[in-house]
């Protein structure tokens, strides 16, 4: 059973340009949630997916969105980069009808903006 | 959510129990304590959570104090691969997929 994915594993972009972020959920999981992980710093919540809507969101602007697919595979999506959005983004995934309690992270993907 | 506060780092000898504090001062009834890990260049790992009785399971245990303000985790048996930062957050039952993360103790397991 594979557990959440995420690509790709390392990115660079720059200043100014738009990136595409995927995620594919643990098997029977149907919530991803992301997040920013800046160096040194705790992962920070940028927004939760459910049945294809965003159903939470972060302190994150706009510049930042998602989507979520019927397979349960969601996208993140950043415009304008700034250099301040390079960071490590996780991607995690629970089971929303199972109440379960623990969420399963990715392993991540690492976005350098220059 | 509650804030939480934990120690920057601490070290632990391999073998040895590692007992990780955290103070959340401003719990409300119904938010649990919820202890995840991240070990170098990896997603964060859940380990274990509570809401006001002690649990075990077998990665770890966790100690919540009667007045629900703080809590331990305990590494009963520390290895070299339990190097990692370490997270303990508080969470409503109405966030379940929101996770406040701080900057969580980075423990070091020495041979």
């Known amino acids: 059973d594979a557990g959440v994915t995420q690509s790709p594993t390392h990115l660079i972009k720059t200043r100014g340009q738009q990136v595409t972020l995927r995620c594919s959920p643990k098997?029977?999981?149907?919530?991803v949630s992301w997040y920013q992980q800046a160096l040194g710093q705790g992962p920070q919540f940028i927004f939760q997916?459910?049945?294809?809507?965003?159903?939470q969101r972060g302190n994150f602007p706009d510049r930042f969105s998602g989507h979520q697919f019927p397979n349960y595979s969601s996208e993140l999506n950043v415009n304008a980069l700034l250099l301040g959005d390079s960071a490590l983004y996780l991607c995690?995934?629970?089971?929303?009808?199972?109440?379960?309690?623990?969420?399963?992270f990715g392993p991540g993907t690492r976005l350098t903006v220059t | 959510d509650a804030k939480t506060t934990q120690p920057p780092s601490m070290d632990c000898a391999e073998g040895r129990a590692a007992n990780l504090p955290c103070n959340h001062s401003?719990?409300?009834?119904?938010?649990?304590v919820y202890w995840y890990r991240q070990i170098h260049s990896q997603g964060p790992q859940y380990i274990i959570h509570?809401?006001?009785n002690n649990e075990t399971n077998e990665m770890a245990s966790l100690i919540i104090t009667e007045d629900r303000k703080s809590s331990t985790l305990i590494l009963p048996h520390a290895t070299l691969r339990d190097t990692a930062v370490y997270y303990c957050?508080?969470?409503?039952?109405?966030?379940?997929?929101?996770?406040?993360f701080g900057a969580g103790t980075q423990v070091v397991v020495t041979p």
């Open positions: 995690a995934s629970r089971s929303e009808g199972a109440y379960s309690y623990e969420q399963y």
């Open positions: 098997s029977g999981h149907d919530t």
């Open positions: 997916y459910y049945e294809e809507e965003e159903r």
């Open positions: 401003t719990i409300s009834g119904n938010e649990y």
């Open positions: 509570g809401l006001k």
């Open positions: 957050i508080v969470r409503g039952v109405d966030s379940w997929g929101k996770l406040q």
